[in-house]
């Protein structure tokens, strides 16, 4: 394997990419969908009252991004970021174009490692770009007006926009955790559907242990127990015990998850 076969192939991919009407969709969602809460949020009377920072969403927009952030930690960011990720391989089989891609010069080793950072690239983008329409979204409908943080303290205008900014950007380890498991479900199975649908169960079913009483270790053994580690963020004073935890977990299924694939590609008999 060299970094720069890696890279070539990765530049394809990403071309590859950009040509599928998939990816732009998915982006144009990331961008409309943060706008069309603040609208509702603006015009109608009732408040998700029971989700974090909700009462906040008509007094501040820097609450706007914080309560799409609970939402597409629960929901639309293990979806969002399997779109690529859960095809990238797969696809491969669908069309019957596994030897012609393992002939262009570039060996299993290149070919994963190209593939795998195209698809981290286009979920790193798609929370890049959900962040900052959310946040866009906020200030222009809603405006910069104080948001209190849980410990009942007003922030700043600035203070409030760094810890908005960092707490989206706290997602982003888990977000790639999905990315890399939806690659491992993609290679294993060999089907674009189980590489994007699985993820999106088995992030419903973390997400149904989490609320049952268990031991505290399993609970942040968990991917999704890292997309509320931002919380932290947002007490006085912060604690950032929760994010170490989220990045090391995220961080192990990242390694763990790419690992397995990339033995199970490696290992795989191409034309079966």
């Known amino acids: 394997m060299t970094i720069g076969g890696s890279l070539q192939v990765a ?110 690239a286009f979920s790193t983008i798609v929370v890049t770009v959900l962040a900052l329409s959310s946040i866009v979204a906020g200030l222009s409908i809603i405006g910069g007006g104080m948001l209190i943080d849980l410990s009942g303290l007003a922030l700043s205008q600035g203070d409030a926009l760094r810890r908005v900014a960092l707490a989206w950007a706290s997602v982003l380890p888990p977000s790639l955790a999905f990315t890399a498991l939806a690659v491992l479900i993609s290679l294993g199975t060999r089907s674009s559907a189980a590489g994007i649908g699985l993820p999106v169960v088995i992030g419903l079913v973390m997400q149904l242990l989490a609320f049952v009483d268990g031991p505290e270790p399993l609970r942040r053994a968990l991917i999704t127990s890292a ?46």
């Open 11 to 120: 530049r394809v991919e990403s071309a590859k990419l950009v040509a599928q009407p998939k990816v732009p969709l998915v982006l144009g969602l990331s961008v409309a969908g943060p706008f069309a809460f603040a609208v509702a949020m603006r015009i109608q009377s009732s408040l998700p009252t029971d989700t974090l920072f909700g009462r906040a969403v008509k007094e501040s927009g820097f609450a706007v991004p914080l309560v799409i952030l609970g939402f597409a930690g629960l929901w639309a960011l293990p979806a969002l970021t399997a779109v690529v990720g859960g095809d990238i391989f797969s696809a491969e089989d669908r069309y019957g174009t596994w030897t012609t891609t393992l002939t262009r010069s570039r060996g299993r080793a290149d070919v994963f490692l190209g593939k795998v950072i195209a698809a981290m």
């Open 227 to 272: 997309f509320g580690a931002w919380r932290g963020l947002f007490a006085q004073p912060a604690f950032q015990r929760p994010l170490v935890d989220a990045m090391v977990v995220s961080a192990a299924y990242v390694a763990l998850s790419l690992a397995i694939a990339r033995r199970l590609l490696l290992r795989r008999e191409i034309g079966r």
